[in-house]
């Protein structure tokens, strides 16, 4: 297995400071072998996390931009983008350049969208849960349209139309395509159908197997090999704030058994650059035997 962090909070240091934050956070992720960095496209802090919507959120994509230029071997990604925040060809388009300006570092998450209070602050609409679930599929499949070049045409859906599907440059490496999220009727279906990566919010061992039993049903109807799909998951690591590689690692060794690429650890509220270096570089080399 392989370890990535998220970073979603910026209310730790003066504004003028977060891009020192943010420096020191993507250097400490390559120098500590780490393999994914991540943040939140949000417009507003997350309620639903228990902070106040009116605490510091960064826009994500200028966000990985600043972060594809600082570090040199972190993929680069979002944990995820609604499909509601911005027109799937554009949000194509800005995919391209973060892998052409990263090197070829950048994955494509996106989800149904669920913040309903920062889509009406901004004035961003926020349709029904099984049209927001619609708008994700045809999301889905502009990406994968907009990132072959032999595809310029038009594309026609019920709620997107393109004239021209043109992205140039090309992205360096086809961008992973993430689907974010655990539902088992809607989500999992497109991540089967769709989607080069998942990732499972706070799941158990049990949970997360049955998931993934559900994920290869998914599979298995659409004639895809669920070893094709990285997977994903969020934790805690609360051993690692005091020092207990052995017990992070035993924890995530049954996720591992069933074949969980890449565990991601949101970051503690203050320095995690330290937080980095010091507690979780240690577990890399031990969670890559699982």
Known sequence: MKIGVHHYRYDAVPAAQLRTELR??????????????????????MERAGFPA????????????????????????????????????????IGATLDVLSGGRATMG?????YDREHAAFGVPFPSLKER???????LQILHQMY??????????????????????????????????SGERKTLRLVAQYADACNLFG??????????????????????DPAEIRVTILAGG?????????????????????GVDTVILRVPETDPAPWIRDQVAPAVAPLSDL
């Open 24 to 45: 020191d956070t993507g250097r400490a992720a390559d120098e500590a072998g780490l393999a994914w960095l991540s943040v939140m496209d949000h417009y507003f802090q």
């Open 148 to 181: 072959d070049p032999t595809q310029t045409g038009p594309y026609e859906g019920t709620h997107f139309q393109l004239a021209e599907t043109v992205c140039e440059p090309m992205p360096l490496s086809k961008p992973e395509i993430m689907v974010g999220g």
């Open 110 to 114: 996106v989800g149904a969208a669920w």
């Open 238 to 258: 609360d051993q690692l704030l005091v020092g207990d590689v052995d017990g992070f690692v035993e924890e995530m060794r049954p996720y591992g058994g069933l």
């Open 54 to 93: 009116s605490d510091p959120m960064l826009e994500a994509y200028t966000t990985l931009g600043y972060l594809a230029g600082v570090t040199e071997n972190v993929q680069l990604g979002t944990l995820v983008t609604g499909v509601t925040y911005r027109y799937p060809g554009l949000l194509a388009k």
């Open 203 to 224: 799941a158990s061992v049990d949970e997360t197997r049955h998931k993934l039993d559900v994920l290869r049903g998914h599979c298995d109807d659409v004639g895809r």
């Open 133 to 139: 679930f619609e708008l994700l599929e045809e999301a």
